[in-house]
């Protein structure tokens, strides 16, 4: 009897042990385009990650960080593996459109929270699971328009992506500049693989807008931008918050010298106010990343990722109140936690997720910039 006992009270131990280190860890999928088109938003975001604690809420983090190549294909097969073999708790990802929206429908289907860093639109419903860390297209659509609006701009010009973030961007400055206004004229698309827009800008140019609004990302914005100037124009050039890269200044040179970029406030911290509730947690950002990356690498991609630590502070928290990492149920918990525990500070403003708000940042999560001697400046408001 004592020998039974005794090797059932072993079993027990063993079996308590083996959850314990089950329990061990929060662990935290990543998606990012670290090579392929998007690799210039990808990477930086990817070193975001750099700047995140050992622990949240006293759970060691473990990060599995997996290549998507900006290849939705590729991003929905990381998704399912880091879901069915790594029982991760958490997706965080991608930093272009059509990986992340591939990811969303894995995280729909499997029940798993994303966290994304590109502000992906979605279908009703088909965002359950997803949350943005980025503005909202019609959030940074509003500080564009206000800026054309201030500068007299009537006739606006459009290249863009050919795809879901171009088509978001074109419904939503269309909407917003006809209510001021203004007339929207050419427009002209053009995939991301694209090497030349030569035939798109000369259409633009033609046509003479007061100003165009280019929608790119990373590297990828600066191609169409210099194919305008190159072609003539000279009228005002916007550009969209997956924009706000270095890579725009450095490969665009003298040809985007006084450009508009719509971005959040991390990427200038120091022109916020005192007042301004996130200008603390950016200037840490910036201190510290600049610190490990060198002296003018902040970016807003990385401030993404380094948000949804800050994020996960918040709600991991209460999660942990009724589930166990490692398990549905503490997947469920943190959905709840993430659509209930607002306000959240964070670098880019205040996040107020709700059940049916899964972007959360308003209209002080913007900030327009223009780029002045190879930098970024503030435009007064």
């Known amino acids: 009897m004592k020998t039974k006992l005794a090797i059932k009270a072993g079993v027990l131990a063993a079996m308590l042990a083996c959850a314990g280190i089950a329990h061990a860890e929060l662990t935290i999928g990543v998606v990012m385009s670290l090579t392929g088109p998007g690799s210039g938003l990808g990477i930086p975001a990817k070193n975001g990650f750099a700047l995140w604690p050992e622990t949240i809420a006293g759970e060691k983090v473990k990060m599995i960080i997996l290549d998507d190549a900006t290849d939705p294909t590729q991003a929905s097969k990381n998704a399912r593996r880091l879901v069915a073999e790594d029982k991760v708790d958490l997706i965080i990802g991608s930093a272009a459109v059509p990986p992340t929206l591939a990811i969303a429908d894995v995280a729909l289907e499997t029940q798993t929270v994303q966290l994304a860093i590109s502000p992906i639109e979605t279908a009703e419903g088909k965002d359950a699971w997803t949350f943005r860390l980025p503005q909202s297209t019609a959030v940074m659509a509003g500080g564009v328009v206000n800026q054309m609006k201030k500068l007299g701009v009537k006739t606006i010009g459009f290249l863009g992506y050919s795809d879901s973030y171009g088509e978001n961007w074109l419904k939503e400055v269309q909407r917003l500049a006809t209510a001021a206004g203004m007339k929207m004229g050419t427009v002209e698309r053009f995939s991301r693989a694209d090497t030349s827009v030569t035939a798109q800008a000369l259409r633009v140019v033609s046509s003479n807008p007061d100003a165009v609004l280019v929608v790119a990302s990373g590297s990828g914005a600066a191609m169409p931008h210099k194919a305008l100037i190159e072609r003539g124009y000279k009228g005002k050039i916007f550009q969209t918050h997956s924009a706000a890269s270095r890579d725009l200044i450095r490969l665009g040179g003298k040809d985007v010298e006084g450009a508009y970029v719509i971005s959040g406030p991390a990427v200038v911290p120091e022109a916020l ?19 490990q990356f060198g002296a003018g690498s902040r970016n807003l991609f990385a401030a993404h990722t380094y948000d949804a630590q800050l994020v996960l502070q918040k709600v991991v928290p209460e999660a942990l109140k009724k589930a166990k990492p490692g398990t549905p149920a503490f997947r469920a918990a943190l959905k709840e936690a993430l659509e209930t525990s607002g306000p959240i500070q964070i670098t880019q403003g205040t996040l107020n997720y709700s059940p049916k708000d899964h972007f959360g940042l308003g209209d ?14 503030a435009v007064n408001p």
Do not use: C, H
Not at 364 to 377: C, S
């Open 273 to 291: 106010p005192d007042s301004n509730a996130s200008k603390k947690l950016a200037m840490d950002f910036v201190t510290r990343y600049e610190k």
């Open 364 to 377: 002080d999560a913007r900030i327009m910039l223009t780029i002045q001697n190879g930098n970024w400046k």
